[in-house]
């Protein structure tokens, strides 16, 4: 609980939900190098590829002093201030105010020390880079000619040392060019918890820039397969390298990670050399930002947290409520599954139409409950996989809003931060507060369960 006479503040994760969307431009031209790493001095490139089916010029001049051209962390970075932007209410000016922690851990990156120094070099040098784009950039149906830094302006308040830290104060100011597009609404949905939950920072920013060539403006179907010139692909990414072969390998261990992850189904190289063609399938969890409406209702019939977000991402509110009306209906008409869940999630995932038609005949049932089964064995192993391979900040995010779902006016903010507090020390862990809060909705005892968790923390 809160120490009494203090006022309770609201964990700086439950501040209102950031809009997650990312600005087509930026996201779609890779103005970001996806490189974790780039040479010493490597403050400058030019590039030119296609784009949108027309040849593009690029550039980006930095400076060494604040570690060259943007890379790396700096993907996610940018993303977060266009999230924090929104959540300011969109100023026209593009000015807003937050903290690094805030920024932090929205990323889903270690609070503790290390990350504050990367933030302030990753800040800096979106600060001091300027990007020259030639007829590359769209704004209102128009290609334009830009020049502009991703920050225009930055002000921060630090510690003696000039050091960023738990305390400090940001006041950002986004280029006027990307807050035209934001107004505009130039921008594309992404993920921010799946991107945030990914291992490597090459994998993230790899991600971000797949996701702007399979879901964009001018593609509000998302594509099944994308496929790319190995060489533009390249540009695209602004690897250093440009030799075939540095090309695959420097994309390797995120084409492993997004694969393992399920976006990506799989990646293939067609031809030799620089006529070589990356084909990507995308997979089962290249799904949209799913609509938390979907994942309540979804919750409610008892699925995990984690099967109902995989299959909101899939799946519009639209169609979820649709299947769910089916799924009672077939309920209703007396047909008793042998694996209720199971069932549930092959009505959501059935594209055959077999539950348009008439229930199965009873010489059937056996092949239906054993197919039940199976669905519901995969789901759990599925929600296993994907849970171990969350890093422990994305666990407790998780872990929270399953917390604000399901206790909603139950606890307040001083609970709240306190189940944070706990999880973050160690003392919880975030996969047990989710199985005792789902075991609880189940039973209807949420109440005694807020009030056990009261009585663990003692006076």
């Not at 975030?430 to 005694?448: Q, S």
């Amino acid at each position: 609980m809160a120490t009494q006479g203090k006022k309770p503040r609201l964990p700086r994760d439950l501040l209102p939900q950031p809009k997650h969307f990312d600005e087509a431009n930026v996201a779609r031209l890779g103005l970001i190098s996806i490189q974790e790493r780039i040479p010493e001095g490597y403050a400058s490139w030019e590039e030119e590829f296609e784009f949108l089916g027309k040849p593009v010029k690029l550039a980006c001049y930095a400076s060494e002093k604040v570690g060259g051209v943007p890379h790396g962390l700096d993907n996610e970075v940018s993303l977060a201030l266009l999230a924090l932007y929104f959540n300011a209410g969109a100023p026209e000016d593009g000015t807003f105010t937050t903290t690094p922690y805030q920024i932090l851990k929205l990323m889903g990156l270690d609070t503790s020390g290390y990350y504050y120094q990367a933030l302030k070099e990753s800040l800096m040098r979106l600060t001091t880079a300027t990007y020259v784009l030639s007829e590359a950039w769209r704004s209102g149906g128009r290609w334009q000619s830009v020049t502009f830094r991703y920050i225009e302006k930055l002000e921060y308040t630090s510690s003696p040392e000039g050091r960023l830290d738990r305390a400090s104060v940001l006041r950002v100011t986004l280029a006027k060019e990307i807050v035209r597009s934001l107004k505009q609404n130039y921008v594309k949905p992404i993920d921010i918890e799946f991107m945030a939950s990914l291992r490597r920072p090459l994998s993230r920013a790899l991600y971000r820039l797949l996701d702007a060539q399979r879901f964009s403006p001018e593609n509000p179907t998302p594509l099944a397969r994308f496929e790319v010139n190995l060489m533009e692909w390249a540009a695209a990414c602004k690897i250093v390298h440009k030799r075939p072969d540095k090309v695959r390998r420097t994309l390797a261990p995120a084409h492993e990670e997004l694969i393992a992850r399920r976006y990506l189904q799989s990646v293939e190289y067609v031809g030799r050399g620089q006529n070589q063609t990356i084909v990507y399938v995308f997979g089962e969890e290249a799904g949209g930002v799913p609509d938390m409406e979907a994942v309540e209702l979804l919750m409610a019939e008892g699925l995990s947290f984690t099967s109902a977000y995989s299959l909101a991402r899939r799946f519009s509110l639209a169609h979820i409520k649709e299947r769910l009306e089916r799924y009672r209906a077939i309920l209703a008409s007396g047909y008793k599954p042998k694996n209720l869940l199971g069932f549930l999630v092959d009505v959501i995932r059935d594209e055959s139409g077999k539950y348009a038609r008439a229930l199965p005949p009873t010489t059937r049932r056996r092949l239906q409950a054993r197919q039940e089964e199976e669905e519901a064995r995969r789901m759990e192993e599925e929600a296993e996989r994907e849970w171990q391979s969350m890093p422990k900040e994305a666990q407790i995010r998780r872990a929270l809003q399953v917390a604000q779902l399901l206790l909603r006016a139950r606890a307040g903010v001083g609970d709240l931060e306190d189940l944070t507090r706990l999880m973050e020390s160690g003392v919880l862990e975030p996969k047990t507060v989710v199985e005792e809060l789902k075991e609880a909705a189940a039973r209807g005892t949420l109440e005694d369960w807020i009030q056990s968790f009261r009585q663990r923390l003692g006076p």
